[in-house]
């Protein structure tokens, strides 16, 4: 389901819309104030690799070749 975030051009409200299959303009409608004047901003995803939720690659210690941490040449990225 994909999910979009928009950012309200009246109340500079930021908020997420879940559309079903693609985005429906209808759909968008500010929480905070309802209106449908909107900008719609860049997602970021994050993606979880391995067991260990806390792990870090800032000491370098991350491999490319598996076993999670990050991903090859995203180390430090964060």
């Known amino acids: ?3 979009y975030d928009y950012r309200c051009a ?3 409200k930021t908020y997420d ?3 079903k299959v693609r985005e429906v303009f209808d759909d968008i409608v500010c929480p905070s104030c309802g ?3 909107y900008k719609k901003l860049m997602s970021v995803t ?3 690799m391995g ?6 690659c ?3 210690s991350c ?4 076993g999670g941490g990050c991903a090859g040449g995203m180390c430090g990225l964060n």
């Open 1 to 3: 389901m994909p999910i």
């Open 17 to 19: 819309i879940f559309h």
């Open 35 to 37: 209106s449908t004047n």
């Open 10 to 12: 009246d109340c500079s």
């Open 51 to 56: 067991s260990d939720s806390n792990s870090s």
């Open 46 to 48: 994050q993606v979880s």
């Open 58 to 60: 800032a000491d370098g």
């Open 63 to 66: 491999s490319p070749y598996g």
